[in-house]
């Protein structure tokens, strides 16, 4: 049975990765480097995403790379994770429905002494898979309209390396080095009056960025978790073409040009947590996320980049009354997210809200589950260039725990 499971959960996720390319729809992907994505292993989706003051002892936790000095000794942990989203796009004249499979992410990690750990994952950090027609956009200092089509795909990876180490019973500290790399291609028709320019280009992004972070025990139910994820500049380059047909005639203006484009960069993130657990049973987790992305001085020709603001609170509960019944192992979770958005777009926000709920199912008398969360959110509003969207998402995450280096004992 339980090899079934394993198995089949693999397989699952294994589909599910094949789909990675088009991870995200999402309109607002047309901007930066697209949709900054929401990778979480474990439990963590069921819980709104929070979880900044959890150990690493049953699962990997991405959010923080202190709780990796709470790994177990000689456990080695492998998780994988994959999603299917239905949104529904709603804009003032018209909605639409679209279904999408993405790839999560894929992780693995183990001890390096009793008192730390080091782990290694794959995920995306971004999506930008976007499709958009006929968009009327005001011309600067004038009256008239000029109209926007653009259809666009890719974004960045995100391959990281961290290492956590606890200093006696309370306190550990982590540091996660991300090595960030992809491209995103796009092309964008302008309509102005009856002068069509087409403008086509693909631009590669890499670079790194720093994360450190900690966990404290004050007692052995209360633990607090500070996390800074250091600014990060990311180079940029292009190959781009450029045509522009008037009267019938096209003009090439630019083809195969290959240039240096300003860089992308990626904020100073502050972020706090708490984990609180009640009568061993039921546990509370809170976080708080400041981005500043006004220090970025970015902007975007459709919108500006602006200081966010993100809320996570996650329960978990579990009876573990009997232990030889299934469900008193079982582990019940719920949770909210809150963020005001890192997009102003005529100046509005594009702000995201969601719940969640999910089951932690453990593999008979192992460490290994698997974890099955579903979630309903809104992101945007509508109003005038603004779409507002409405999705479903179903998170599979499989955390794998096997005990190595262990010599078998005989009576």
Request: charged share 15%.
């Amino acid at each position: 049975m339980k090899n079934n499971i394993i198995y089949l959960s693999c397989f699952i996720l294994m589909s599910l990765t094949s789909f990675s390319q088009s991870i995200s729809s999402s309109p607002y992907s047309l901007y930066g480097v697209g949709s900054v994505y929401d990778s979480d292993f474990g439990i963590l989706p069921a819980i709104g995403s929070s979880g900044m003051a959890l150990p690493s002892d049953t699962f990997i936790n991405n959010l923080n790379p202190a709780s990796l000095g709470f790994v177990s000794l000689n456990h080695f942990m492998f998780d994988i994770g994959g999603k299917a989203i239905a949104t529904t796009y709603q804009s003032s004249l018209r909605s639409e429905k679209r279904n999408n499979f993405q790839f999560s992410h894929m992780a693995f990690a183990f001890p390096v002494t009793k008192n730390s750990g080091f782990s290694l994952a794959l995920r995306p950090y971004s999506s930008g898979a976007f499709k958009i027609s006929n968009l009327a956009l005001p011309m600067e200092n004038s009256q008239e309209y000029y109209y926007l089509t653009a259809v666009g795909s890719g974004g960045l990876n995100n391959f990281d390396f961290s290492y956590g180490y606890r200093f006696g019973k309370k306190l550990s500290l982590g540091f996660t080095g991300s090595v960030l790399f992809g491209n995103v291609s796009d092309e964008r028709n302008f309509l102005i009056q009856n002068t069509l320019t087409t403008v086509a280009k693909k631009t590669d992004y890499k670079g790194f960025r720093a994360t450190l972070g900690a966990q404290y025990k004050i007692d052995s139910t209360f633990t607090i978790a500070p996390v800074i994820k250091l600014p990060a500049q990311i180079k940029a380059s292009k190959v781009q073409n450029v045509q522009v047909i008037a009267d019938e005639i096209t003009t090439t203006i630019q083809s195969n040009v290959a240039s240096d484009v300003d860089d992308y960069y990626m904020p100073l993130e502050i972020g706090a947590g708490f984990s609180k657990r009640f009568k061993n049973n039921l546990n509370m987790t809170f976080d708080y996320e400041k981005s500043f992305w006004n220090n970025t001085n970015q902007s975007e020709l459709y919108g500006n980049f602006v200081n966010q603001d993100r809320f996570a609170l996650g329960f978990t509960y579990s009876a573990k009354k009997d232990i030889r019944r299934y469900w008193d192992h079982v582990q019940y979770a719920m949770g909210a997210n809150f963020d005001n958005g890192y997009l102003e777009v005529d100046g509005k926000r594009v702000n995201n809200a969601s719940v969640s709920i999910g089951l932690s199912l453990p593999i008979e008398n192992t460490l290994t589950t698997l974890n099955i969360s579903y979630s309903y959110g809104q992101k945007g509003r509508i109003a005038n260039d603004l779409i507002k969207e409405n999705y479903h998402k179903l998170s599979l995450n499989l955390s794998l725990d096997g005990i190595w280096f262990v010599k078998r004992k005989f009576e």
